[in-house]
Each structure stands twice: as C-alpha cells, then as structure tokens.
C-alpha cells in the first residue's frame, strides 16, 4: 500500500511538472504574441495615416485637375463649390441669427 502511494505521487509529481512546464511555454508565447499584436496595432495605425493622406491628396489632385479644366473631374468641381457655397449660406445665416 505505502508503494502504491509512493507510486501514486511520483506519477502525481511527474504530472505537476509537465503541467508546469506547459504553463510557462505557453507564458512565453503568450508574451511573445501579444508583443506582436502591439507591434502590428502600431504598424496598423501608421498605415492608416498615410491612407488617410493618400487618400486627401488623391482628393486634392482631383480638385486641381477639376479646377484646371479637365472634363473628366466637371462633376467634382460643381459638388465642391456647391458645399461651399452652403457652408457660406450656413455662416451667414449663423452671424444673422447671433445679431451681427
């Protein structure tokens, strides 16, 4: 009976160490992982700034090229002075109402 019981947790040890072991291997990729997960979150955020500024940029070439005469880009050139005219109604209606 005391063999069985000497047995019994040796088994038990030799199982608590594996268990062990696991635990800090998958603590290792754990830390690892999350490393890399902070790493690619700052390379996502830089790469969205610049598709934002592409993407202002490409607007602005297409106002440009609108505002040069180019047929292709009439119809953006309208939209964008017709806003603007709106934002100018807006102020105006905005300085009225304050009693200016």
Not at 35 to 48: I, S
């Amino acid at each position: 009976m005391l063999k069985d019981l000497e047995n019994n947790f040796s088994i038990l040890e030799k199982k608590i160490l594996a268990v062990s072991k696991n635990y800090q291997s998958l603590n290792e990729t754990y830390l690892e992982l999350n490393q890399e997960h902070e790493e690619l979150k700052m390379k996502y955020e830089e790469e969205r700034k610049k598709n934002q500024v592409l993407a202002e940029e490409q607007k602005n070439i297409k106002l440009y090229s609108a505002i040069s005469g180019n047929p292709d880009h009439n119809r953006l050139m309208k939209n964008h002075i017709n806003r603007l005219i709106k934002e100018v109604d807006y102020c105006i209606a905005e300085l009225q109402n304050s009693g200016l």
